[in-house]
Every structure is written in structure tokens, then in C-alpha cells.
């Protein structure tokens, strides 16, 4: 994620402070110093970024070699740029694509930043100019977008079918790879357990290079979450042991998951303990997307499974799950989950709660107490 508070709180300094990080345009990210004469033009970027991961674009930047350079200015104000851009995309982009778009004035003078907002779209293809062109962005800087060749036309159409169809063999993939991690340690698989999992909503291609995943990881480590120092890598992933009976998964096509055995020891759910799990494995999730740079949107699914009978340990007394499994699925906003982080994890718990059959009333001082973990790994 490229600013850490929504599109329409940025400021003028808030642009530039990104701007002195010197992080080049890549696949969700271009710069640009004034709006382009060729509107069209200005068509294709926009569309680009719908039909791939979505992206950024910032107005009033000079770059060389892809980075921004200073003197950070912005470009001279004024009121007509928002109705400009929405003008372009009305008539060059069909299906019409919806941005947010904010203008960052400097307080001191009359310059001006101004930031679009594409957002991954689920309308794809969307088409450019009279020949009805798909396009698609690639971070290359010599070719920043392309006209869609045959091949990704099925990502594409059918409202991204086969994005979908990739995000479902990711999700069992992970599960078997937990599966065989208890099998490797003669566990049985058919154990009460739990998967907190991040995805992207529309994975196409992959967000990093696999390689490059053990350095991620390092970059994300956090306290009072340990993970094992070795790795098992994965096709396109990597798998990290966190204690005896769980992993972290993570993918390079922007998947992340913890998965643990909830009752190893048949003494029942230890609630206090799981809530602890929650907060720890989305704020990690947090630092995941942050660094991947990652801005569209992600399914957030939480599944319990082998649940019916299991014994769960409140503060006041023991309940039973009634459920055979329970699956909860969101949709969220990367931004949403870095700004409303606690916030996030406080409405899951709640909602988790309640499937679990467990008074929520009685779980507020705990959750309140686990919490607070958010502010020690900040």
C-alpha cells in the first residue's frame, strides 16, 4: 500500500514524504507531471490498471529512470482536473472505470498534487478508444502497457472467471500443504483446526518473484509471533513452522495463511490463545501487503474445521461447538486492514465468537488485553 490513511485525508506533505522513498513505477504504480494532450493515452494507463491489479497514478511528478525526482513542487492548481480525468474516462473507457481521485493543495502556494485511485475492477475487459482495445499493465518501463494478447484474454472475460478459479486451487493447495505437514508429523488431519488466510480477490500474476520471499519474510518477522529459522519452500511459496501444529504460508501470488491445530492435546480450545493468534497473523498479514506494495482488493477467509462437539474454554466456563465447520469470508480493502488493523481483528473476533457459541460479553476483557499486542509490535 502506497499512503497509509484513505485517499481523501492526504495531504500536500503526505505526497511528498512518498515521493522522497524514490520507489520507481512498477505494475501498480505510475507517475506523471501534467495530464496527458493525447487523452487516449491517458485511457489506456487507467484501463491498464483496472484490468490487471489495479494501481495508482500520481499527477504533477518528474521522474527519470521510472523515480521521482525533486524538487518536489507538484504542478499549478486548478479546479477543472477532477472533471478532466472523470471526462476521459467516461468517454474513452468502456465499461466506465470508477477511481477516486484527490487533489493535495500546498498550503503555501498555489501548487498541487493529484492522486487517482484504480481499483482491480471485476467489469473486465475494459476497452479503449473506437478500436475497443484491451490493455494491460506490465511495470516494464519501455512498454508500461500492452494490448492484451490472446493468451490472457480468459483472465480477463467473464468478469475474471479464471481469477477466481486460480484463488480456489490456491486456497486447497494450502490446505493440503497443512494436511501434509500433520501427516509428516503423525497428526491426524482430522483434528479440530483453524486457517486465518489473505488472498487476492482476482490473483492473476504473481505480486513478487517466489525468490524473493525469504527476504520478505525477514523484513515482516515480528515479536510474540515466532517462527521456526527454517523453510520449506513450495511451488511459487514457502511454508514456516510456528511451534509443533502450525505453519505460515505464504505465496507469490499475494496469498498469506496461518493454519494450527486448535485441541492437539484434547484439553479444549484455548480461546484467550486463539484470539492472540488473530491479532498476531493479520497485523504480519498487514506488514505482507505493505511491503508487496499491494493495493487491490483481498477475500479474507477465516474456516474452522472438525468442529462439532469440540469443547472451548471461556473465562467463566466451558461451551460446545455446535457447528460441523464454520467459514467466514470478507472482502477488505488492504488500506482498510493497515488503518482499522484493531479494528478489523475486533469485528472478526466478535463474529468468530459467536460461531463458536461463546458469549462475547465475557471475552471483552480478554480481547481487550490481546489487543494491546497491536501496540507492542507497531
Known sequence: MFFNKPINE???????????????????????????????????????????????????????????????????????????????????????????IATCKNPKNNNMYVVINIPQSNLTPHLVGDLKRAYIRTGQASRPEVIVHPDKLPWLLDNRKKSQSLRHILLDKAQAHFNNFLIAQNLKTSQLSAAFTLIP???????????????????????????????????????????????????????????TLLNPKDTGVDIKALFKDIVLFFKLASNFYKQLGFISPLLERVLITNARGALVKTAKETKQIAEDFIRLDKNIDPLTLHNDLAKTCASLIEELAWSLNIPFTEEDAALKAVLKILDENN
Open 10 to 100: 492526504l495531504s500536500f506533505n503526505d505526497i511528498v514524504a512518498f515521493l522522497k522513498q524514490g520507489i520507481a513505477e512498477n505494475t501498480m504504480l505510475d507517475y506523471k507531471f501534467m495530464l496527458p494532450k493525447n487523452n487516449e493515452k491517458f485511457a489506456k494507463t487507467i484501463a491498464a490498471f483496472a484490468n490487471t491489479m489495479g494501481g495508482t497514478i500520481i499527477l504533477g511528478v518528474k521522474d527519470e529512470n521510472d523515480k521521482p525526482i525533486p524538487p518536489f513542487n507538484g504542478q499549478a492548481f486548478h479546479t477543472k482536473i477532477r472533471p478532466q480525468i472523470e471526462s476521459i474516462i467516461q468517454n474513452y473507457i468502456d465499461p466506465v472505470v470508477f477511481v477516486d
Open 201 to 259: 480477490l482476482y490473483p492473476q500474476t504473481p505480486a513478487i518473484n517466489y525468490k524473493d520471499l525469504p527476504k520478505l519474510l525477514e523484513k515482516i518477522k515480528m515479536k510474540n509471533f515466532d517462527l521456526d529459522p527454517s523453510l520449506n519452500t513450495i511451488q511459487d511459496g514457502l511454508i514456516v513452522k510456528k511451534g509443533a501444529f502450525s505453519t505460515i504460508e505464504l505465496n507469490s501470488y499475494g496469498l498469506i495463511s496461518y493454519r
